[in-house]
Structure formats: structure tokens, C-alpha cells
């Protein structure tokens, strides 16, 4: 089993920018790819950014590429999401998982955080 936290969510006006983090502990060693995912009021799951723990592979969502970036720092066993030029459609509520592949798909991820709300004003 692998244990996951986030942290970091709130409210920000457009333009601004927030760092997420998520906190893992348990079967870490397992662990191949680390994701985030968002779901918006009203909508399904979407993915957002996906890495390899080793850190050699990352992928973005289109909407996100260019102003999200994700890393983790193995030593603190923490993965991260930093969110630039925030959006009102950014809005939503963050997930971080974790899965022994690297996918985009959630259903391939069995580890998942609590969540965190982000809420970007216009």
C-alpha cells in the first residue's frame, strides 16, 4: 500500500500561482508513476501531468503544458505540482496517485490522495 497527502490548495486570483505537494509513505519502493489529476464542479476526472519516479518522463495535459510543472524529491518522498498563470477553468479539485506504470489514464492509478481544492478568481 502506498500512503498519499496533499497540501497546498486554496484560493488565488487569475494569473497567480500555487505549489502542490503530496506526501507519500508505505510501499514506496513500488511506486513507477507518480500523477495529478483534477476534477472540476460537474465534470468527470481529468488528467493533468504524469512522471516516472525516476524523473527521466514527464507528460502534460495540453490545457496545462507550459505553466504546470511537476517534479518530486525522492529524499523527501514528495511529489509536486507548481501551477503558473493560474485560470478560472483551472479550478477544480486535485488529486496526486501513484501506480507501479506511467500512464495519463486514471484507472490505472490504485493509489490516490485525499485532495486539494483550488479555486481560481477572475
Known amino acids: 500500500q502506498v500512503q498519499l497527502v496533499e497540501s497546498g490548495g486554496g484560493l488565488v486570483q487569475a494569473g497567480g500561482s500555487l505549489r502542490l505537494s503530496c506526501a507519500a509513505s508505505g510501499r514506496i519502493f513500488s511506486t513507477v508513476g507518480i500523477g495529478w489529476f483534477r476534477q472540476p464542479p460537474g465534470k468527470d476526472r481529468e488528467f493533468v501531468a504524469a512522471?516516472?519516479?525516476?524523473?527521466?518522463?514527464?507528460t502534460y495535459a495540453d490545457s496545462v503544458k507550459d505553466r504546470f510543472t511537476i517534479s518530486r524529491d525522492i529524499a523527501k518522498n514528495t511529489m509536486y505540482l507548481q501551477m503558473n498563470n493560474l485560470k478560472p477553468e483551472d479550478s477544480a479539485d486535485y488529486s496526486c496517485a501513484a501506480a507501479t506504470s506511467f500512464s495519463r489514464v486514471p484507472l490505472d492509478y490504485p493509489y490516490w490522495g485525499q485532495g486539494t481544492q483550488v479555486t481560481v478568481s477572475s
Open positions: 512522471m516516472t519516479w525516476s524523473g527521466r518522463t514527464t
